[in-house]
Protein backbone atom coordinates (compact mmCIF):
# COMPACT_ATOMS: atom_id res chain seq x y z
CA UNK A 1 0.00 0.00 0.00
CA UNK A 2 1.34 3.13 -1.27
CA UNK A 3 1.00 5.86 1.89
CA UNK A 4 -0.44 9.43 1.02
CA UNK A 5 -1.05 12.09 2.86
CA UNK A 6 -3.98 14.39 1.21
CA UNK A 7 -3.63 17.43 2.21
CA UNK A 8 -6.64 20.39 1.36
CA UNK A 9 -8.02 23.87 2.65
CA UNK A 10 -11.18 23.14 3.98
CA UNK A 11 -13.95 20.17 3.66
CA UNK A 12 -16.75 22.59 2.98
CA UNK A 13 -19.12 21.96 -0.03
CA UNK A 14 -16.78 22.27 -3.23
CA UNK A 15 -15.77 21.07 -6.19
CA UNK A 16 -11.72 19.93 -4.76
CA UNK A 17 -13.86 18.66 -1.90
CA UNK A 18 -16.08 16.23 -3.36
CA UNK A 19 -12.84 15.13 -5.38
CA UNK A 20 -11.48 14.11 -2.19
CA UNK A 21 -14.96 11.93 -0.82
CA UNK A 22 -14.63 9.94 -3.90
CA UNK A 23 -10.75 9.63 -3.35
CA UNK A 24 -11.18 8.80 0.00
CA UNK A 25 -14.17 5.88 -0.97
CA UNK A 26 -11.99 4.51 -3.91
CA UNK A 27 -8.27 4.89 -2.40
CA UNK A 28 -8.26 1.38 -0.95
CA UNK A 29 -9.59 -1.02 -3.98
CA UNK A 30 -6.60 1.01 -5.85
CA UNK A 31 -3.56 -0.07 -3.15
CA UNK A 32 -3.66 3.10 -1.23
CA UNK A 33 -3.74 4.11 2.08
CA UNK A 34 -4.58 7.94 2.80
CA UNK A 35 -5.18 10.31 5.42
CA UNK A 36 -6.67 13.50 4.83
CA UNK A 37 -5.43 16.65 6.48
CA UNK A 38 -7.55 19.91 6.74
CA UNK A 39 -6.36 23.14 7.48
CA UNK A 40 -10.01 24.07 9.04
CA UNK A 41 -11.96 22.24 11.42
CA UNK A 42 -15.43 22.74 9.81
CA UNK A 43 -16.81 20.50 6.67
CA UNK A 44 -19.79 19.72 5.26
CA UNK A 45 -20.55 16.76 7.76
CA UNK A 46 -21.92 14.58 4.61
CA UNK A 47 -18.33 14.97 3.35
CA UNK A 48 -16.89 13.99 6.25
CA UNK A 49 -18.74 11.08 7.00
CA UNK A 50 -18.37 9.85 3.50
CA UNK A 51 -14.60 9.71 4.20
CA UNK A 52 -14.47 8.38 7.79
CA UNK A 53 -17.02 5.99 6.24
CA UNK A 54 -14.25 4.80 4.02
CA UNK A 55 -12.22 4.26 6.77
CA UNK A 56 -9.94 7.48 6.13
CA UNK A 57 -8.97 9.86 9.17
CA UNK A 58 -9.41 13.03 8.77
CA UNK A 59 -7.19 15.08 10.95
CA UNK A 60 -7.92 18.93 11.25
CA UNK A 61 -5.14 21.54 11.48
CA UNK A 62 -6.77 25.00 12.45
CA UNK A 63 -4.78 28.13 12.99
CA UNK A 64 -5.41 31.78 13.04
CA UNK A 65 -3.04 32.49 10.22
CA UNK A 66 -1.60 30.76 7.16
CA UNK A 67 2.24 31.01 8.45
CA UNK A 68 1.08 29.80 12.03
CA UNK A 69 4.68 28.09 13.17
CA UNK A 70 2.89 25.71 15.26
CA UNK A 71 0.72 24.54 12.76
CA UNK A 72 3.34 24.16 10.38
CA UNK A 73 5.74 21.86 13.30
CA UNK A 74 2.67 19.74 13.61
CA UNK A 75 2.06 19.20 9.75
CA UNK A 76 5.92 18.13 9.55
CA UNK A 77 5.32 15.64 12.83
CA UNK A 78 2.26 14.10 11.29
CA UNK A 79 4.08 13.28 8.15
CA UNK A 80 6.80 11.82 9.98
CA UNK A 81 4.43 9.84 12.26
CA UNK A 82 2.10 8.72 9.72
CA UNK A 83 5.03 7.45 8.04
CA UNK A 84 3.93 8.60 4.12
CA UNK A 85 5.20 8.17 1.20
CA UNK A 86 4.36 11.52 -0.85
CA UNK A 87 2.27 14.11 -0.18
CA UNK A 88 -0.40 15.39 -2.49
CA UNK A 89 -1.77 19.72 -1.91
CA UNK A 90 -4.78 20.90 -2.95
CA UNK A 91 -5.83 24.74 -3.04
CA UNK A 92 -4.08 27.33 -2.33
CA UNK A 93 -2.88 27.43 1.22
CA UNK A 94 -2.63 23.95 1.71
CA UNK A 95 -0.15 23.87 -1.99
CA UNK A 96 2.12 26.81 0.27
CA UNK A 97 1.92 25.12 3.57
CA UNK A 98 1.75 21.53 2.16
CA UNK A 99 4.82 21.78 0.16
CA UNK A 100 6.95 23.34 2.32
CA UNK A 101 5.84 20.84 5.19
CA UNK A 102 6.63 18.33 2.68
CA UNK A 103 9.91 19.50 2.14
CA UNK A 104 10.98 19.75 5.41
CA UNK A 105 10.12 16.37 6.29
CA UNK A 106 11.65 14.48 3.20
CA UNK A 107 9.09 13.96 1.52
CA UNK A 108 7.64 13.94 -1.83
CA UNK A 109 5.07 16.36 -2.95
CA UNK A 110 2.49 16.82 -5.68
CA UNK A 111 0.47 20.33 -5.77
CA UNK A 112 -2.71 20.03 -7.55
CA UNK A 113 -3.96 23.19 -9.29
CA UNK A 114 -7.89 23.37 -9.99
CA UNK A 115 -8.36 26.64 -10.95
CA UNK A 116 -7.67 29.34 -13.82
CA UNK A 117 -9.30 31.90 -11.47
CA UNK A 118 -6.75 34.45 -9.44
CA UNK A 119 -9.21 37.52 -7.97
CA UNK A 120 -7.72 40.91 -8.35
CA UNK A 121 -7.39 41.78 -4.71
CA UNK A 122 -3.89 42.26 -3.12
CA UNK A 123 -4.36 39.57 -0.85
CA UNK A 124 -4.95 36.86 -3.92
CA UNK A 125 -2.23 38.17 -5.54
CA UNK A 126 0.29 37.89 -2.82
CA UNK A 127 -1.10 34.39 -2.25
CA UNK A 128 -0.96 33.52 -5.92
CA UNK A 129 2.75 34.77 -5.78
CA UNK A 130 3.46 32.67 -2.84
CA UNK A 131 2.11 29.51 -4.22
CA UNK A 132 3.88 29.68 -7.44
CA UNK A 133 7.20 29.98 -5.70
CA UNK A 134 6.43 27.66 -2.85
CA UNK A 135 5.65 25.14 -5.95
CA UNK A 136 8.10 25.91 -8.46
CA UNK A 137 10.97 25.54 -5.88
CA UNK A 138 9.80 22.67 -3.01
CA UNK A 139 6.80 20.56 -5.12
CA UNK A 140 8.19 17.23 -6.46
CA UNK A 141 5.60 17.51 -9.54
CA UNK A 142 3.05 20.17 -10.26
CA UNK A 143 -0.44 18.43 -11.04
CA UNK A 144 -3.50 20.36 -12.70
CA UNK A 145 -7.14 18.77 -13.06
CA UNK A 146 -7.66 19.59 -16.95
CA UNK A 147 -5.45 20.89 -19.90
CA UNK A 148 -6.50 24.39 -19.91
CA UNK A 149 -5.80 24.66 -15.82
CA UNK A 150 -2.26 23.56 -16.60
CA UNK A 151 -1.77 26.14 -19.90
CA UNK A 152 -3.24 28.75 -17.80
CA UNK A 153 -0.77 28.32 -14.96
CA UNK A 154 2.34 27.07 -16.95
CA UNK A 155 3.93 30.78 -17.14
CA UNK A 156 4.47 30.53 -13.52
CA UNK A 157 6.70 27.52 -13.43
CA UNK A 158 9.20 28.40 -16.20
CA UNK A 159 9.88 25.23 -18.39
CA UNK A 160 8.70 22.52 -15.65
CA UNK A 161 5.98 20.27 -17.31
CA UNK A 162 2.94 20.18 -15.32
CA UNK A 163 0.95 16.78 -15.38
CA UNK A 164 -2.75 16.59 -15.94
CA UNK A 165 -5.15 14.42 -14.67
CA UNK A 166 -8.91 15.21 -15.30
CA UNK A 167 -11.39 15.06 -12.76
CA UNK A 168 -12.90 11.85 -11.95
CA UNK A 169 -16.47 11.08 -11.05
CA UNK A 170 -18.74 8.18 -9.14
CA UNK A 171 -21.02 6.71 -11.08
CA UNK A 172 -24.36 7.09 -8.45
CA UNK A 173 -26.72 4.76 -7.88
CA UNK A 174 -29.85 6.36 -9.64
CA UNK A 175 -33.58 5.78 -8.68
CA UNK A 176 -35.70 3.62 -10.38
CA UNK A 177 -38.51 5.40 -12.72
CA UNK A 178 -40.87 5.19 -10.36
CA UNK A 179 -39.18 6.75 -7.87
CA UNK A 180 -38.18 9.19 -10.16
CA UNK A 181 -41.07 10.67 -11.07
CA UNK A 182 -42.77 10.60 -7.59
CA UNK A 183 -39.50 12.90 -7.05
CA UNK A 184 -40.10 14.95 -9.83
CA UNK A 185 -43.51 15.69 -8.75
CA UNK A 186 -42.62 16.23 -5.07
CA UNK A 187 -39.88 19.19 -6.39
CA UNK A 188 -42.05 20.49 -9.43
CA UNK A 189 -45.34 19.95 -8.33
CA UNK A 190 -46.32 18.92 -11.77
CA UNK A 191 -43.21 15.80 -13.31
CA UNK A 192 -44.77 16.80 -16.62
CA UNK A 193 -42.59 20.30 -16.66
CA UNK A 194 -39.28 19.97 -18.39
CA UNK A 195 -36.53 20.39 -15.65
CA UNK A 196 -32.84 22.53 -16.09
CA UNK A 197 -30.41 21.91 -13.44
CA UNK A 198 -27.43 23.98 -12.44
CA UNK A 199 -24.84 23.41 -9.63
CA UNK A 200 -22.20 25.42 -7.75
CA UNK A 201 -21.67 28.16 -5.52
CA UNK A 202 -23.48 31.30 -6.12
CA UNK A 203 -20.27 33.36 -7.03
CA UNK A 204 -19.18 36.12 -9.65
CA UNK A 205 -17.38 33.25 -11.95
CA UNK A 206 -20.56 31.15 -11.95
CA UNK A 207 -22.28 33.56 -13.73
CA UNK A 208 -25.56 33.22 -12.18
CA UNK A 209 -26.98 36.39 -13.67
CA UNK A 210 -26.75 35.13 -17.30
CA UNK A 211 -28.52 32.24 -16.23
CA UNK A 212 -31.51 34.30 -14.85
CA UNK A 213 -31.69 36.24 -17.89
CA UNK A 214 -31.15 33.05 -19.83
CA UNK A 215 -34.21 31.49 -18.01
CA UNK A 216 -36.48 34.56 -18.25
CA UNK A 217 -36.16 34.17 -22.51
CA UNK A 218 -36.91 30.75 -22.22
CA UNK A 219 -39.77 30.85 -20.13
CA UNK A 220 -41.41 33.27 -22.28
CA UNK A 221 -41.23 31.28 -25.40
CA UNK A 222 -41.14 27.62 -24.76
CA UNK A 223 -43.28 24.97 -22.36
CA UNK A 224 -42.95 26.38 -18.56
CA UNK A 225 -40.24 25.12 -17.66
CA UNK A 226 -38.22 24.85 -14.39
CA UNK A 227 -35.02 25.63 -13.33
CA UNK A 228 -33.53 24.07 -10.35
CA UNK A 229 -30.67 25.88 -8.25
CA UNK A 230 -28.36 23.68 -6.04
CA UNK A 231 -26.00 25.80 -4.43
CA UNK A 232 -24.89 28.69 -1.68
CA UNK A 233 -22.80 31.97 -1.95
CA UNK A 234 -22.10 35.21 -1.50
CA UNK A 235 -24.10 36.09 -4.78
CA UNK A 236 -27.30 33.90 -3.41
CA UNK A 237 -29.41 37.23 -1.91
CA UNK A 238 -28.71 38.96 -5.20
CA UNK A 239 -29.76 36.06 -7.22
CA UNK A 240 -33.00 35.36 -5.24
CA UNK A 241 -33.87 39.80 -5.99
CA UNK A 242 -32.53 39.12 -9.99
CA UNK A 243 -35.68 35.66 -9.80
CA UNK A 244 -37.97 37.98 -7.73
CA UNK A 245 -37.66 41.37 -9.58
CA UNK A 246 -38.42 39.10 -13.10
CA UNK A 247 -41.61 37.08 -11.45
CA UNK A 248 -39.86 34.14 -11.33
CA UNK A 249 -40.54 32.99 -8.50
CA UNK A 250 -42.80 30.05 -9.22
CA UNK A 251 -40.36 28.73 -11.63
CA UNK A 252 -37.32 28.91 -10.23
CA UNK A 253 -36.37 26.52 -7.75
CA UNK A 254 -33.37 27.59 -5.07
CA UNK A 255 -32.62 24.22 -3.42
CA UNK A 256 -29.85 25.57 -1.41
CA UNK A 257 -26.21 22.93 -0.60
CA UNK A 258 -27.48 19.09 -1.14
CA UNK A 259 -26.40 15.79 -0.20
CA UNK A 260 -28.33 14.50 -2.55
CA UNK A 261 -27.00 16.09 -5.88
CA UNK A 262 -26.88 13.03 -8.20
CA UNK A 263 -30.52 12.42 -7.30
CA UNK A 264 -31.35 15.66 -8.19
CA UNK A 265 -29.33 15.27 -11.45
CA UNK A 266 -31.40 12.32 -12.52
CA UNK A 267 -34.40 14.14 -12.31
CA UNK A 268 -33.65 16.90 -15.07
CA UNK A 269 -34.19 17.06 -18.28
CA UNK A 270 -30.93 19.36 -18.89
CA UNK A 271 -27.61 20.70 -16.95
CA UNK A 272 -26.75 24.08 -18.01
CA UNK A 273 -23.98 26.16 -16.80
CA UNK A 274 -23.39 29.84 -17.25
CA UNK A 275 -20.11 30.11 -16.02
CA UNK A 276 -17.62 33.35 -16.79
CA UNK A 277 -14.79 31.48 -16.05
CA UNK A 278 -14.24 27.75 -14.67
CA UNK A 279 -11.12 24.84 -14.78
CA UNK A 280 -12.44 21.22 -15.62
CA UNK A 281 -16.15 21.66 -13.60
CA UNK A 282 -17.16 18.49 -11.67
CA UNK A 283 -20.63 19.40 -11.91
CA UNK A 284 -20.59 19.48 -15.94
CA UNK A 285 -19.30 15.58 -15.37
CA UNK A 286 -21.30 14.48 -12.84
CA UNK A 287 -24.05 15.75 -15.17
CA UNK A 288 -22.77 13.93 -17.91
CA UNK A 289 -22.42 10.92 -15.84
CA UNK A 290 -26.08 10.41 -14.71
CA UNK A 291 -27.17 10.73 -19.02
CA UNK A 292 -27.90 14.68 -18.62
CA UNK A 293 -26.91 16.59 -22.45
CA UNK A 294 -24.95 19.71 -21.08
CA UNK A 295 -25.70 23.03 -22.38
CA UNK A 296 -22.50 25.38 -21.26
CA UNK A 297 -20.45 28.58 -21.68
CA UNK A 298 -17.11 27.89 -23.58
CA UNK A 299 -14.52 28.55 -20.79
CA UNK A 300 -12.24 26.61 -18.59
CA UNK A 301 -11.96 22.89 -19.86
CA UNK A 302 -15.58 23.13 -20.96
CA UNK A 303 -15.57 22.54 -24.67
CA UNK A 304 -12.31 19.57 -24.17
CA UNK A 305 -15.08 17.80 -22.58
CA UNK A 306 -18.38 18.94 -24.18
CA UNK A 307 -18.73 17.97 -27.27
CA UNK A 308 -21.06 17.98 -30.49
CA UNK A 309 -22.41 14.95 -29.69
CA UNK A 310 -22.80 15.20 -26.04
CA UNK A 311 -24.13 19.15 -25.73
CA UNK A 312 -23.80 22.66 -26.66
CA UNK A 313 -21.51 24.94 -25.72
CA UNK A 314 -21.98 28.97 -26.14
CA UNK A 315 -20.12 31.74 -25.55
CA UNK A 316 -20.41 33.34 -22.01
CA UNK A 317 -22.04 36.95 -21.39
CA UNK A 318 -24.76 35.90 -23.87
CA UNK A 319 -27.64 34.76 -22.46
CA UNK A 320 -29.67 35.13 -25.32
CA UNK A 321 -27.78 31.85 -27.33
CA UNK A 322 -28.11 29.81 -23.80
CA UNK A 323 -31.62 30.28 -24.01
CA UNK A 324 -31.61 29.17 -27.80
CA UNK A 325 -29.58 26.16 -27.11
CA UNK A 326 -31.73 25.18 -24.12
CA UNK A 327 -34.94 25.74 -26.10
CA UNK A 328 -33.59 23.48 -28.43
CA UNK A 329 -32.95 20.90 -26.63
CA UNK A 330 -36.52 21.10 -24.70
CA UNK A 331 -37.95 20.82 -28.03
CA UNK A 332 -36.36 17.86 -29.05
CA UNK A 333 -36.66 15.03 -26.72
CA UNK A 334 -35.19 12.30 -28.93
CA UNK A 335 -31.90 14.86 -29.53
CA UNK A 336 -31.56 15.49 -25.99
CA UNK A 337 -31.94 11.71 -25.07
CA UNK A 338 -29.34 10.45 -27.91
CA UNK A 339 -26.71 13.57 -26.30
CA UNK A 340 -27.81 12.14 -22.76
CA UNK A 341 -26.47 8.74 -23.66
CA UNK A 342 -23.60 9.89 -25.50
CA UNK A 343 -22.45 11.88 -22.02
CA UNK A 344 -23.03 9.00 -20.02
CA UNK A 345 -20.38 7.19 -22.25
CA UNK A 346 -18.07 9.86 -22.46
CA UNK A 347 -18.16 10.29 -18.82
CA UNK A 348 -17.66 6.68 -18.26
CA UNK A 349 -14.84 6.09 -20.53
CA UNK A 350 -12.77 9.36 -19.98
CA UNK A 351 -14.10 10.75 -16.66
CA UNK A 352 -14.85 7.78 -13.98
CA UNK A 353 -13.22 7.62 -10.79
CA UNK A 354 -11.76 4.28 -11.55
CA UNK A 355 -9.43 6.14 -14.75
CA UNK A 356 -8.81 8.71 -12.37
CA UNK A 357 -7.46 6.75 -9.36
CA UNK A 358 -5.61 4.68 -11.74
CA UNK A 359 -3.67 7.97 -13.12
CA UNK A 360 -3.48 9.01 -9.89
CA UNK A 361 -1.55 5.87 -8.57
CA UNK A 362 0.95 5.72 -11.90
CA UNK A 363 1.87 9.29 -10.91
CA UNK A 364 2.81 8.37 -7.38
CA UNK A 365 4.91 5.03 -8.61
CA UNK A 366 6.70 7.26 -11.26
CA UNK A 367 7.00 10.08 -8.55
CA UNK A 368 8.18 7.38 -5.68
CA UNK A 369 10.31 5.35 -8.23
CA UNK A 370 12.30 8.70 -9.73
CA UNK A 371 13.02 9.57 -5.80
CA UNK A 372 14.38 5.76 -5.19
CA UNK A 373 16.82 6.75 -8.09
CA UNK A 374 17.73 9.74 -6.83
CA UNK A 375 17.79 8.39 -3.12
CA UNK A 376 19.04 4.68 -2.94
CA UNK A 377 18.54 2.77 0.20
Known amino acids: ?34 VIITLREDGAPFLLESIRAAGVRVIPLRAPSLFNLQRWQKLVEILQEERVDL ?9 ILGSLAAHRAGLPAIATLHSTTVRGDWKSRILKRMENYCLQTYATRILAVGKVVADFNQGNYGDRAIDVIPNGIPQPDLPANQER ?6 ILGDSSSSLIITVGRFSRAKGYEDMIDAFHLLSQRAHKPKLLMVGAGSHFESIR ?32 SSSHREGLPLAVLEAMMVGLPVVATSVG ?5 VTEETGVVVPPHRPELLAAALEDLLQNPEKRQAMGLAAHRRAMDEYSVDAWMKRHLDLYRDVLASRNEEHPA
Open 241 to 272: EQIGNLDLNQSVILAGEREDVHQLLALSDVYA
Open 1 to 34: MIRVAVVIDSLKVGGAQRLISAYASAAASHGLSP
Open 87 to 95: VQTHLVYSN
Open 181 to 186: ERLRRE
Open 301 to 305: DIPNV
